[in-house]
T-cell receptor
Framework: GENVEQHPSTLSVQEGDSAVIKCTYS??????FPWYKQELGKRPQLIID?????GEKKDQRIAVTLNKTAKHFSLHITETQPEDSAVYFC??????????????FGKGTLLTVNP | NAGVTQTPKFQVLKTGQSMTLQCAQD?????MSWYRQDPGMGLRLIHY???????DQGEVPNGYNVSRSTTEDFPLRLLSAAPSQTSVYFC???????????FGPGTRLTVL
């Protein structure tokens, strides 16, 4: 089955700096890669996603890049703010039908933004 | 829409007790799943369902049962609770291909 590795497990940055979280996946058939943000005591919520036919996607201060050949994708947060502090999860899944609904998650990255 | 709802929010059990964690969604999503979240372990899939009457095991199914009699509901049963099942449990639902997976608010379970 799919295996998703996520690094680093913890990341501490100063407010205003950039943060990068990286994930690798094992199944070349995976074609959908979401990123979730989980604030303390809350549920995970989708912040951005990318499909395998796209190399990069941006939404204001966050961006995701995908390298299909190397089977890795990354989350980039620019101009970090204290409210960006949370646990971030990457995930991967294949296309349609049956078990292809399943998302495989990385183990998460605790991002701390210091004022 | 209420989205994905879970009850209870908190639960304390004694070893050997059984209980059911409730999950419901009102978005007519075919796919529903249960995860447990433990420190440093991420979100691990317990069981999932691709539609009413269809369930399958995920990564960590031992000690848990599920059923899916309706599209809306996907309860998770702990047959005989063990301290190793102390965790936060999230239910989630998803519609179709590549769509956003929505999570419920979670149930924090402690087994003494």
């Amino acid at each position: 089955g799919e295996n998703v590795e996520q690094h680093p497990s913890t990341l501490s940055v100063q407010e205003g700096d950039s943060a990068v979280i990286k994930c690798t996946y094992s199944d070349s058939a995976s074609n959908y890669f979401p990123w979730y943000k989980q604030e303390l005591g809350k549920r995970p919520q989708l912040i951005i996603d990318i499909r395998s036919n796209v190399g990069e996607k941006k939404d204001q201060r966050i961006a995701v890049t995908l390298n299909k050949t190397a089977k890795h994708f990354s989350l980039h947060i620019t101009e970090t703010q204290p409210e960006d502090s949370a646990v971030y999860f990457c995930a991967a899944k294949k296309g349609s039908g049956g078990s292809n609904y399943k998302l495989t998650f990385g183990k998460g990255t605790l991002l701390t933004v210091n004022p | 829409n209420a989205g994905v709802t879970q009850t209870p929010k908190f639960q304390v059990l004694k070893t050997g007790q059984s209980m059911t964690l409730q999950c419901a969604q009102d978005m007519n999503h075919e796919y529903m799943s249960w995860y447990r979240q433990d420190p440093g372990m991420g979100l691990r899939l317990i069981h999932y369902s691709v539609g009413a009457g269809i369930t399958d095991q995920g990564e960590v199914p031992n000690g848990y049962n599920v059923s899916r009699s309706t599209t809306e509901d996907f309860p998770l049963r702990l047959l005989s609770a063990a301290p190793s099942q102390t965790s936060v449990y999230f239910c989630a639902s998803l519609a179709g291909i590549g769509n956003e997976q929505f999570f419920g608010p979670g149930t924090r379970l402690t087994v003494l």
